[in-house]
């Protein structure tokens, strides 16, 4: 399952749900994830405190994935007709099949 961020407390509320649903406590998926509990309640509550780095942690830990979409292609600047890219989103998800280590 795939979910549009259009904001930091969807992203939290997405985060939360993937532990609970996954069956852990805040204790166990920082031990899974290598991140301290009080950086969970942290990512959960108010993730515009939070590393980015610590993030991608926590969601490498839950077996999620980040992508961003509808940037230009190559580092190259965006084309100035902003239309014909669309607005930049985040998806939060599972990692692409083909990811697998």
């Known amino acids: 399952m795939q979910l549009s961020l259009l904001n930091l407390e969807s992203f939290a509320v997405r985060l939360q749900a993937e532990r ?3 069956g852990l406590s805040r204790s166990q998926a920082a031990a899974v994830c290598n991140v301290s509990t ?3 309640r942290d990512a959960e509550s108010a993730p515009e405190r939070c590393s980015l780095g610590k993030l991608l942690l ?7 994935s980040l992508a961003v979409e509808n ?9 100035p007709a902003p239309a014909q ?6 998806v939060l998800g599972p990692p692409p099949e ?4």
């Open 98 to 101: 083909d990811s697998a280590p």
């Open 85 to 90: 890219f669309g607005t930049p989103s985040v």
């Open 71 to 79: 940037w230009s292609q190559g580092g190259q600047e965006p084309n």
């Open 58 to 64: 926590l969601m490498q830990g839950l077996g999620l």
């Open 38 to 40: 009080s950086f969970i």
């Open 20 to 22: 609970k649903g996954q």
